[in-house]
């Protein structure tokens, strides 16, 4: 398996210039949304410790609440079954709708099926499975996996979508109007909701207490899917648990003030047992989340609710894409997340961070994330997974700061040569910081030289 | 032979962290006053519209606002419709429906939420399938905020309850906000009191 070059990725993004832009500039209107959302709540920070001590204490007894869903949701009538990995949950699911004769599924977003890579599976079977997320179709129709775990296609303008429905639903590939994209969309699923022969969902929280789970969604689509065919299967990661109902009105509180900046989800669906005359199947999938959940530094990333807010918020993600990140889940929360799965080929992402932790201080249930990224670092580089460029320019900076008078010369030589050189040495393409930004104007004295002219002999 | 079940148990106790409380659930002070006000602003902000009571009959209401509307398809016998949910073998009869009206057990200022259930409902999916939805309040049934939510008796029984804020909408395309995606078109809240007893008319067909 080859290595991600998280770099060499986003400079291609970076090229289409409107795009790179449009995404910059998208992204950071939800994190200011989310802002003005959070900051109108006296609570919030309450709200967070909670909703952290309460996924930890989860956590922490995860198995006694995994066996209490169990238990309830079967009483209630639905089907449970456990998956240990991606092949394993994608043959329950395939088993599922071959039982049922199933040759057509209506699926809401799940990043968890994302991680099975379940629909070619399915697809190699005979089993037709329809993105019905407007996000999520978009990418599914161009062939490309979703570069937001809440709006997939956030990477794409409206032209790029014209385009893509163009060439695969027939609409007018000039007609970029968003109305007119998004009502050829709901024109297209809708007989699908009515033909197919099952749902599929996701699921954001798992109650143990009363065997149910919740689904927060938008458009419409995952209550057509689930309340219209006589069968509906939710792929649930097994760290979606929560003990009780009454956590939901923290966790429901936050979730789309995080990733949308709006008060709630239009729609959040609460599945607690079939409807007469119809089944449905939960898949409680594992995947690595246990490993995960024993690992000393990086458990804590399974608080995580599927947000958003990090990636949002972080300089790097809204300037490099998700589809950059080579993995399913992208930004600060793939970036502690993917290496999990695959040390050496994610080693790149550790990097793809300022560790400004800007991504900590959004996240709803204070995830350590921008230590986490630190922690990986050290272990790449302890494993020696290092790319060579960057290991010698550590070697370097590593002699430089740890010599006084080394880092004095360097820090003067470059003040004086910031003013001095001429502009195509300093902004020309081997100098990755002269790329995209103007380098400050340099200060006239360092602080040392303050320091040695005010502070130094007992002057005051 | 160890099951899939037993293999993920095993490895999920073996490697769950040491031991965390459960935090107490704090009430939070919150308003009393104010909060069918409170409801019907959020609701707004949602895309959702809100309507006082009207002074006429509620059928007429509903035809007036919704002029073209052929099928009006009603889960509560407060509003006569020209199809009742009582009527429906099975939801994907209701793809025609122009306007379903239902009525919530109740509303939630905080959010401008309202509450629905298969009994509400009579069919899950009237809320979705409809073009148009129109959900009768009665501004007496507003709780708080999410907290209070759930903590409404409902959730036990019910088989599906969904928390419903304004119509169905996406932004996915460059963030441009469009209201009706693929669900409801339009939501529109009614605030009228419920009929002083219950409705004990024929048992609803849960679909």
């Given at each position: 398996m080859s290595r991600v070059d998280h770099a060499e990725a986003s400079s291609r993004f970076?090229?289409?210039?409107?795009?790179?832009?449009?995404?910059?500039?998208?992204?950071?209107?939800?994190?200011?949304?989310?802002?003005?959302?959070?900051?109108?709540?006296?609570?919030?920070?309450?709200?967070?410790?909670l909703a952290s001590a309460i996924k930890e204490h989860t956590l922490s007894h995860l198995g006694d609440y995994l066996v209490e869903f169990e238990r309830n949701a079967t009483a209630n009538g639905m089907v449970v079954h456990w998956a240990r990995d991606a092949a394993e949950h994608n043959q329950v699911v395939y088993e599922i709708l071959q039982a049922h004769g199933v040759t057509t599924l209506v699926k809401s977003k799940s990043m968890l099926t994302d991680e099975c890579e379940m629909r070619p599976f399915l697809a190699n079977r005979g089993i037709e499975t329809m993105e019905t997320d407007l996000g999520e179709r978009i990418q599914q129709l161009d062939d490309e996996p979703p570069s937001h775990i809440v709006v997939p296609a956030v990477h794409k303008l409206r032209g790029d979508v014209a385009e893509v429905f163009g060439r695969t639903i027939g609409t007018d590939p000039g007609n970029s109007d968003v109305a007119y994209l998004a009502e050829s969309q709901r024109r297209q699923t809708r007989p699908?909701?009515?033909?197919?022969?099952?749902?599929?969902?996701?699921?954001?929280?798992?109650?143990?207490?009363?065997?149910?789970?919740?689904?927060?969604?938008?458009?419409?689509?995952?209550?057509?899917?689930?309340?219209?065919?006589?069968?509906?299967i939710a792929s649930i990661g097994i760290e979606k648990l929560l003990p009780k109902l009454e956590h939901l009105g923290v966790f429901v509180r936050m979730l789309s003030r995080s990733a949308l900046g709006s008060p709630i989800t239009q729609i959040t669906s609460h599945f607690r047992a079939p409807r007469p005359d119809s089944e449905i199947h939960v898949v409680l999938v594992d995947n690595g989340r246990s490993d995960r959940l024993g690992m000393d530094d990086f458990w804590y990333s399974l608080k995580c609710i599927r947000c958003g807010a990090c990636m949002n918020t972080c300089p790097v993600y809204r300037r490099s894409g998700g589809l950059s990140y080579g993995a399913t889940y992208s930004g600060p929360i793939g970036v502690i997340i993917d290496p999990t799965f695959n040390l050496r080929k994610y080693s790149s992402l550790p990097f793809a961070s300022t560790l400004n932790g800007s991504c900590t201080s959004v996240c709803p249930v204070k995830i350590d994330i921008h230590e986490q990224i630190y922690k990986w670092r050290q272990i790449i580089a302890e494993r020696h997974q290092l790319p060579m460029v960057k290991k010698e320019a550590m070697r370097l900076a590593g002699k430089v700061l740890s010599s006084p008078r080394l880092y004095r010369a360097a820090v003067e030589a470059a003040a004086a040569g910031i003013e001095k050189l001429?502009?195509?040495?300093?902004?020309?393409?081997?100098?990755?910081?002269?790329?995209?930004?103007?380098?400050?104007a340099a200060p006239a004295q360092t602080f040392r030289q303050w320091y040695l002219k005010h502070r130094r002999g007992g002057s005051r | 032979m160890t099951t899939t079940r037993d293999h993920v148990l095993a490895r999920v106790r073996r490697n769950q962290p040491a031991w965390r409380e459960l935090p107490q659930l704090p009430s939070f002070a919150r308003r009393a006053d104010g909060r069918l006000e409170a409801f019907a602003a959020a609701l707004k902000r949602m895309g959702g519209s809100?309507?006082?009571?009207?002074?006429?009959?509620?059928?007429?209401?509903?035809?007036?606002?919704?002029?073209?509307?052929?099928?009006?398809?009603?889960?509560?016998?407060?509003v006569a419709g020209t199809r009742s949910t009582a009527a429906v073998r099975d939801p994907r009869e209701l793809a025609d429906v122009d306007?379903?009206?239902?009525?919530?057990?109740?509303?939630?200022?905080?959010?401008?939420?309202?509450?629905l259930s298969e009994r509400e409902l009579g069919v899950n999916a009237i809320a979705f399938l409809s073009q148009h939805l129109v959900v009768l309040l009665d501004p007496e049934a507003i709780v708080a905020d999410l907290h209070d939510a759930y903590r409404a008796p409902g959730f036990g029984d019910a088989r599906y309850a969904v928390l419903m804020t304004g119509p169905s909408a996406t932004a996915d395309i460059e963030g441009v906000l469009i209201r009706g995606a693929q669900g409801i078109r339009s939501?529109?809240?009614?605030?009228?009191?419920?009929p002083a007893a219950p409705s004990v008319d024929a048992p609803r067909r849960s679909a």
């Open positions: 970076i090229e289409a210039k409107d795009h790179a832009e449009f995404h910059d500039k998208r992204l950071w209107d939800l994190r200011k949304k989310r802002d003005a959302e959070t900051q109108a709540i006296p609570e919030w920070e309450e709200l967070r410790s699908y909701y009515l033909k197919a022969e099952a749902g599929m969902t996701g699921a954001n929280f798992a109650i143990a207490e009363t065997g149910s789970f919740v689904v927060c969604t938008n458009e419409g689509n995952a209550d057509l899917g689930a309340n219209l065919p006589s069968l509906h001429p502009r195509s040495l300093v902004y020309n393409p081997f100098n990755a910081w002269g790329r995209q930004r103007e380098v400050p | 809100f309507a006082a009571a009207p002074a006429g009959a509620l059928d007429a209401f509903v035809r007036a606002r919704f002029p073209d509307a052929r099928v009006i398809c009603s889960a509560t016998p407060e306007v379903g009206v239902v009525r919530a057990a109740f509303g939630v200022a905080e959010t401008g939420s309202v509450w939501l529109t809240v009614v605030a009228v009191s419920a």
